[in-house]
Each structure stands twice: as structure tokens, then as C-alpha cells.
């Protein structure tokens, strides 16, 4: 069974940065494509960026630019670096296969806010 934890969530201002880590565990990840996703309150859930196995990488527009997605394919770990962070931003982010294939987990909370 795929089980995804994702972590370093928080609080920040706004122009703040935050890099957040998803570990994935019960598959061979390497060959997957992978994607973080978020969720505002009282929205559905978005796809926010997708990378491939050999690094190719697509944003949504509202954060192409100011996030990065990265994978370390020998540590089973995907990663989303983010700046220039806006209150638009706020949500609960998530990490899953391009697909959203598996098990959602619990999420990290982002909370950009003066």
C-alpha cells in the first residue's frame, strides 16, 4: 500500500519561503510521474506542479515563477520549493502520483498571512 507524508508546512508572511517534503513509501517510485496539489478552504483540490521521472517539470500559472518541484528518485522523496509566497497561497498541500493514483495523506497546512 502507497503511503505519502508530507511535511514542512507553516506559517509565513508574505514574500516568506517555505520548502515542503513529501516521503513516499510502498511503491517503486522512480518510474512515477509525481505532483503536488493544494486545497484552499471551501475550494476543490488543484494541481499545482508535476514532475516526470527524467525532471521535466509544469507549473499552474498562478506559481510558475515563484515555485520548484524536485524529486530525489533514490530517496523516494518529491519536493516543492516555494517563494515569494501570497495569501492566495494559503492551503492545505498535498503530494500524489500526476494522477492523483493513491491514498491521499495528511497534507501540510500553508499559511501565508501578515
Known amino acids: 500500500q502507497v503511503q505519502l507524508v508530507e511535511s514542512g508546512g507553516g506559517l509565513v508572511v508574505p514574500g516568506g519561503s517555505l520548502r515542503l517534503s513529501c516521503t513516499i513509501s510502498?511503491?517503486?517510485?522512480?518510474?512515477?510521474?509525481m505532483a503536488w496539489y493544494r486545497q484552499a478552504p471551501g475550494k476543490q483540490r488543484e494541481l499545482v506542479a508535476t514532475?516526470?521521472?527524467?525532471?521535466?517539470?509544469n507549473y499552474t500559472d498562478s506559481v510558475k515563477g515563484r515555485f520548484t518541484i524536485s524529486r530525489d528518485n533514490n530517496k523516494d522523496m518529491v519536493y516543492l520549493q516555494m517563494n515569494d509566497l501570497k495569501p492566495e497561497d494559503t492551503a492545505v498541500y498535498y503530494c500524489?502520483?500526476?494522477?492523483?493514483?493513491?491514498?491521499w495523506g495528511q497534507g501540510t497546512q500553508v499559511t501565508v498571512s501578515s
Open positions: 510502498g511503491i517503486a517510485f522512480n518510474f512515477a510521474r
Open positions: 500524489n502520483s500526476a494522477q492523483g493514483s493513491w491514498s
Open positions: 514532475i516526470t521521472r527524467s525532471f521535466s517539470t
